[in-house]
């Protein structure tokens, strides 16, 4: 015999496409990259009983070298990788800890621009080749609308904090991959010139770390199915006896996210209940298997066949973490613009996951418009004027405040991404078309 007969089920996928995860460049100097992991069922289709002994991935039709899988007994089951008759082993290119407790990854980073197709090949223990199937590879990259936005937002971080995380997730989540595309996310600081995410060098409790206690946001709207609270924290540096995490499951369109160790009772939404995106689920902590660290955890998969989905940002900027200017500047930063992280560690800070300004928020935004577009002081009153030897800033009136409250209304609709968006947006720009009528009327007369 020269080829075992096996049929390969691969995800994430779509008919005879296989998706990959784009990856925002680590700076504006640097290329996108792209992430690879497969999940697979393979199944024995022959009338022998075959041992699986090594899988490759290949490229047709490109030069990129033949990616080899390393396969430890736990990435696969069964762990031998012995198939009868119509019997399945199911394996993924994730990240696994071997023997040596060494992490080792199999996950697959390539430069773009992708190449076209990729081959999975299979071999067997007594035959001379492999069972190869060959796939179309297509970027996994949905509309604005079902892309997300950064769990923790701006408004909740002070000036010096990013958000750090990277594409190269330690853990597979068993042999299905469920946290191969998954993320654990920090906020750390810049501190005499070393990243920590440590409020203090002499950390020693839990709300020592900067990521303990911050609001954790629904990245996209969505709907609630499940919660799970009421689980202690870990003690930072340790972990209880069997931990049990708390977190929230939402359903975003098509994808289900979990949100993870998540403070101990500090969960605020309910089964069933629709969230928008930006509105606060619970407090970042430290419950589950942390390693005694706080952080939060994400995780996606489909709704119906809970099958691999990597997760495309957008509406933040990052820039690999070495490379911040130490002056707080903006570098070289690139905008996400619905692409995953980069595979190293990132700095990221978002533009924004509020989708209606508060009071506080709108009277900031506004403010800000004011003395970009509106400084000065005009004969309206509004702009600056000096009070008691203090320059102080005059809100807008008369038509410049429609106007500027008409921006935030545009704003706003833009991000809500609903349907009623469009109908909020042709209202407001019916009306700012009223207002600059207006303004052209009085100057006429």
């Not at 680590?26 to 996108?32: F, M, R, T, Y």
């Not at 198939?83 to 071997?98: H, I, K, M, Q, R």
């Not at 990243?195 to 002499?202: H, M």
């Not at 009070?387 to 935030?408: F, W």
Request: some cysteine.
């Amino acid at each position: 015999m020269s080829t075992p007969e096996l049929f390969i089920e691969p995800h994430p996928s779509q008919q005879d496409t296989i998706y990959y995860l784009p990856l925002a460049p680590e700076s504006l100097d640097h290329k996108e990259r792209l992430k690879i992991v497969i999940s697979m069922v393979i199944r024995n289709i022959g009338n022998t009983q075959i041992t699986i002994k090594d899988i490759t991935f290949s490229f047709p039709g490109s030069d990129l070298p033949t990616e080899t899988m390393e396969r430890e007994q736990d990435t696969m089951e069964p762990e031998g990788g012995m198939l009868v008759p119509d019997g399945t082993a199911t394996w993924c290119n994730g990240s696994y800890t071997n023997e040596q407790d060494q992490k080792r990854y199999n996950q697959v980073y390539l430069d773009a621009p992708a190449p076209r197709r990729i081959a999975i090949n299979v071999y067997c223990s007594g035959f001379t080749q492999p069972h190869t199937q060959v796939f179309d590879l297509m970027a996994w990259r949905p509309v604005a609308e079902h892309s997300f936005l950064m769990p923790f937002s701006v408004d909740d971080l002070d000036d010096d904090e990013y958000i750090d995380t990277s594409a190269r997730h330690w853990y597979n989540g068993g042999v299905h991959g469920l946290q191969a595309y998954g993320h654990d996310m920090r906020i750390i600081a810049r501190v005499a010139g070393e990243w920590t995410s440590k409020r203090s060098s002499s950390a020693t409790e839990n709300a020592d770390i900067r990521v303990f206690g911050r609001k954790v946001r629904a990245m996209a709207d969505g709907e609630v199915v499940e919660v799970v609270d009421g689980n202690p924290d870990n003690p930072y540096g340790s972990e209880l006896a069997d931990p049990e995490a708390n977190y929230v499951r939402v359903r975003h369109a098509t994808l289900e996210v979990k949100y993870s160790h998540l403070r101990m009772d500090s969960i605020v939404v309910a089964i069933g209940q629709t969230v928008v995106a930006g509105q606060k689920l619970g407090e970042a902590g430290n419950s589950g298997n942390t390693s005694g660290t706080p952080h939060l955890h994400l995780e996606s998969r489909t709704i119906h066949a809970h099958t691999l989905r990597g997760f495309n940002f957008r509406k933040a900027w990052q820039l690999e973490r070495s490379l911040v200017p130490t002056d707080g500047s903006p570098g070289r930063r690139v905008s996400m613009d619905r692409r995953g992280v980069c595979e190293k560690s990132a700095a990221i800070r978002p533009f924004s996951t509020r989708n209606l300004p508060t009071a506080r928020h709108a009277k900031v935004e506004i403010d800000e418009i004011v003395a970009e577009v509106f400084g000065g002081t005009s004969r309206g009153g509004d702009g600056f004027v000096i009070v008691n030897g203090k320059l102080t800033r005059v809100p807008p009136r008369g038509i410049k405040a429609e106007l500027l409250n008409a921006i935030l209304a545009l704003d706003a609709a833009d991000e809500l991404g609903k349907q009623s968006a469009a109908a909020s947006r042709s209202k407001t720009i019916e009306k700012l078309r009223d207002l600059v009528d207006g303004s052209q009327t009085a100057v006429r007369q």
